[in-house]
C-alpha cells in the first residue's frame, strides 16, 4: 500500500509529546481498555524514534501492558533507523502515512504533522485517518512540549479543543494562538469562534491575577471561564495539569 502524505521535517525531542500523551492516556483509557488487542499509532514520528517509545511506556504503565503501538513514517530511512528501538509486538516500526499501513488502530496520535500540510488538505486527511473507525488526536505544540494544543477526531469530524500548557512557563494564554491546529491558525481573527475563545481566556487570565502561583491562577482563570458560559469539560483534576477543554469551536 503506497504511504499517503509527505514527509516532514521531522523535528523531535524527549518528553516533547508528554502532555498529549497523558491526556490520550486519560481520554482513551476505556477505549483500550476494553478492546481485545489495543493498537496505537504515533503517525509520523519523525527523524528519531523517541516519542513512540515513550508512548509506549507511558500507555503500558497507565492503561495496560498490553497495548500495542506502531510508530509509522513515510521516509524509509526513519523506519529503518528506529528499528533497534523496536520490542515487537508491543512496540514496531512501518512506513506508512494516512493510510496507516493497512492497520485498523483503536487511537491514532498525529503530532505536528499536518502543521506542515495546506489548511484546504487537512479535513480529507482528517477523514482517511478515522476511516476504519479510529479515534485521532491530532495537533500541534513547541519544540519543548510547553504549550501544545490538540483536537480529537472521530469519523473524520472534530468534537473538541484542548490547550495545555506547563504552567511555570506560562506568560499568556495568547501564546496558544501560534500552537493552534492547522485546521484553526488561520481562523484567528475577529469573528471567528476561536478568536472569541482565546480573546475570553486572556481576558480571564488577566482578571484571576494571583500571589498564589500560576497554577492556582490558571484554575481560577478556567473557572472564570466555566462562570461566563463557555462549555468548559473535564474538572479540576484535568485543570491542573495545565488543560482547557471545550466543544470544537469550529470556523465562521
Known amino acids: 500500500m503506497k504511504p499517503l502524505g509527505a514527509i516532514t521535517r521531522g523535528t523531535t525531542n524527549p518528553n516533547r509529546l508528554r502532555r498529549v500523551d497523558n491526556f490520550l492516556a486519560y481520554r482513551c483509557s476505556s477505549l483500550l481498555k476494553e478492546a481485545a488487542q489495543p493498537l ?20 503500558a504503565a497507565a492503561v495496560r501492558p498490553d497495548v500495542t503501538v506502531v510508530g509509522l513514517e513515510i521516509d524509509s530511512v526513519r523506519v529503518t533507523d528506529a528499528q533497534p528501538h523496536a520490542d515487537p509486538p508491543f ?13 485498523a488502530p483503536h487511537v491514532v496520535r498525529a503530532f505536528n504533522v499536518l502543521r506542515q ?8 486527511a482528517w477523514r482517511t485517518m478515522t476511516a476504519t473507525g479510529a479515534l485521532l488526536i491530532e495537533g500541534t505544540c513547541d519544540e519543548l512540549g510547553r504549550i501544545a494544543t490538540w483536537a480529537v477526531v472521530e469519523a473524520g469530524v472534530p468534537s473538541t479543543l484542548t ?12 501564546i496558544f494562538a501560534e500552537r493552534l491546529p492547522k485546521a484553526l491558525i488561520h481562523h484567528n481573527v475577529p469573528g471567528h469562534p476561536v478568536y472569541e475563545l482565546l480573546r475570553s481566556l486572556g481576558r480571564a487570565w488577566e482578571t484571576e491575577a494571583t500571589p498564589f502561583g ?38 465562521a
Request: glycine share 10%; hydrophobic share 40%; no cysteine.
Open 40 to 59: 496505537v499509532i504515533d503517525l509520523g514520528y519523525g527523524a528519531t524514534p523517541v516519542t513512540a517509545v515513550e508512548l509506549r511506556g507511558r500507555l
Open 91 to 103: 512496540l514496531q516500526f512501518r512506513r506508512g502515512g494516512f493510510e496507516l499501513a493497512g492497520l
Open 117 to 124: 500540510y495546506p489548511e484546504d488538505e487537512v479535513a480529507a
Open 163 to 174: 490547550l495545555s500548557a506547563r504552567l511555570p512557563d506560562l506568560e499568556h494564554p495568547a
Open 214 to 251: 500560576p497554577r492556582q491562577r490558571w484554575l481560577a482563570t478556567v473557572r472564570r471561564m466555566r462562570t461566563e458560559g463557555w462549555p468548559v469539560l473535564d474538572g479540576p483534576a484535568r485543570w491542573r495539569r495545565g488543560e482547557l477543554t471545550v466543544p470544537w469551536p469550529g470556523v
